[in-house]
């Protein structure tokens, strides 16, 4: 049966009337319901509110209206009844939020042990193919050395004046040249060390090709798995995005109803209206925080430009510069501040409870917290979510193989949503010290093709300053 739900609110007198419930209807954070069994009725304003119990797919349930409130009132049985079951609906909407984040975050710190293990694998092969090409090189100059040598042996002696010619030709591989050198018993007895470094330099070549296909066919299985962990990770954020969405629009008014029930009506209006002006008190403090870190932002940015060193990419006398200064080919710098850290290997970092691998595949912004992160191009979020060791966390696709990734962000501030077009230099978050950081700052990466490179270089290339 349909009802109007604001004449039975108000009829009962046992629930916030559908204005109220409207007024206290707000956002919620994915990660800032995790704890929430354990928040109180004052903390359901800040939470959230809504009277609408369409269902979705992340918890299909039959939700109570205010009318089976009403009439579960005026009959004991009945009440206890819809007691229970509406602590059952609570219950199960706070388990369905945290075992979809509890999973969300299992899959990504998967995914990114993956991506660490594919990173290390790309290493590897490229090593061992670099070794193996310097010992093919050098198996080849020691045999044309030999060569060489034959040549003037022969020429000396009067005989085969043409082994001249055969012998100069520096395009001759070594394993043709060494073939042709073993038949020469006079020239190896002579030149045995030489001739067998050019022998074991052609071996090790050959082996260390072996190794580095090895290796390649390894890297290759391993960006197949990290790709497969990304989307699952993905898949998984989303399902508890949904799941935190459903909490949000039905617990605070099942939790009403309740109260309603237990006769603490007065007590749960009461409760959310403090929660109201908590929420309304936190979010002027949020924006007081971000401005404060934008002023902050753009007298770094107007003393680096003084100085010299907030310029394009033809300077290198500053490391500093102005988040969302522009570039060239579309591109900005994506946050204010210095270079703390550079990419490459360093010590590891602990903080917030754990501690992460010793790589540095990306770049540091040293910059105050609650600064505006700029999308240092166009292009789709493709990912928006928490991961132990980045912590918020926004990656953004450009198109053709190239992503920039955003780590470390404050959390509640996520500015994007997962699938959302950005365009270069929108604000897209702000900067935080979430994960394993020590400091707030942002943590910026480049990938190309699934794998992480050297942000600076790009940067530097685009007519942003970095060095």
Not at 309 to 331: A, E, R
Not at 390 to 403: E, P, S
Request: aromatic share 6%.
């Amino acid at each position: 049966m349909v009802v109007n739900e604001a004449e039975s609110a108000e009829d009962c007198g046992c629930a916030p009337t559908a204005r109220e419930l409207n007024a206290l209807r707000g956002p919620m954070s994915r990660r800032g319901a995790i704890g929430l069994g354990a928040l109180g009725l004052g903390a359901l304003g800040a939470l959230g509110l809504g009277v609408g119990f369409g269902g979705s797919a992340a918890f299909a349930a039959d939700y109570p209206s205010w009318d089976d409130v009403q009439r579960a009132k005026d009959n004991e049985a009945a009440k206890a009844s819809e007691v229970t079951r509406i602590e059952g609906l609570i219950a199960s909407l706070q388990a369905d939020v945290a075992a979809k984040q509890a999973e969300a975050e299992r899959l990504a710190n998967e995914y990114i042990q993956a991506q660490i293990d594919y990173e290390a694998a790309v290493d590897k092969a490229d090593s061992l193919q670099a070794q193996a090409d310097a010992e093919s090189a050098r198996a080849t100059q020691t045999a044309q050395k030999l060569g060489r040598l034959a040549a003037q042996q022969y020429r000396n002696g009067g005989d085969n004046a043409a082994l001249d010619l055969f012998f100069s030709g520096s395009a001759a591989s070594a394993d043709d040249l060494l073939a042709k050198l073993g038949t020469m018993d006079r020239l190896v007895a002579a030149n045995q060390g030489v001739y067998a470094d050019a022998v074991g330099a052609r071996d090790n070549a050959l082996n260390l090709s072996n190794q580095a296909q090895v290796a390649r066919d390894e890297r290759d299985r391993l960006q197949k798995e990290a790709q497969q962990k990304m989307v699952a990770a993905q898949d998984a954020a989303a399902a508890a995005q949904a799941a935190l969405d459903e909490q949000s629009a039905n617990l605070g008014t099942l939790q009403a109803q309740l109260a309603a029930l237990k006769d603490e009506t007065a007590k749960t209006v009461a409760d959310y209206e403090a929660g109201v002006e908590a929420a309304r008190q936190a979010e002027i403090a949020r924006q007081a925080a971000i401005a404060e870190a934008q002023r902050r932002a753009a007298e770094e940015a107007a003393a680096a430009a003084a100085a010299g060193g907030g310029g394009g990419g033809g300077s290198s006398s500053g490391s500093s510069g102005g988040g969302g200064q522009t570039g060239t080919g579309g591109w900005v710098r994506p946050a204010s501040g210095y270079i703390s850290s550079w990419f490459g290997n360093r010590g590891s970092i602990c903080a917030n409870g754990s501690c992460g691998s010793s790589g540095h595949r990306g770049i540091d912004f040293a910059t105050s917290c609650w600064s505006p992160i700029y999308a240092a191009a166009s292009g789709t979020v493709v990912t928006r979510q928490y991961f132990s060791d980045w912590g918020n966390y926004i990656q953004v696709d450009h198109g053709g193989g190239v992503m920039t990734a955003y780590a470390h962000i404050v959390n509640g501030g996520f500015n994007v949503n997962y699938g959302q077009w950005v365009n270069a230099g929108d604000v897209i978050a702000y900067v935080g010290a979430t994960g394993l950081a020590t400091g707030c700052h942002l943590h910026f990466e480049v990938w190309v093709s699934g794998t992480r490179i050297d942000p600076a270089p790009v940067l530097y290339d685009h007519g942003i300053n970095v060095y």
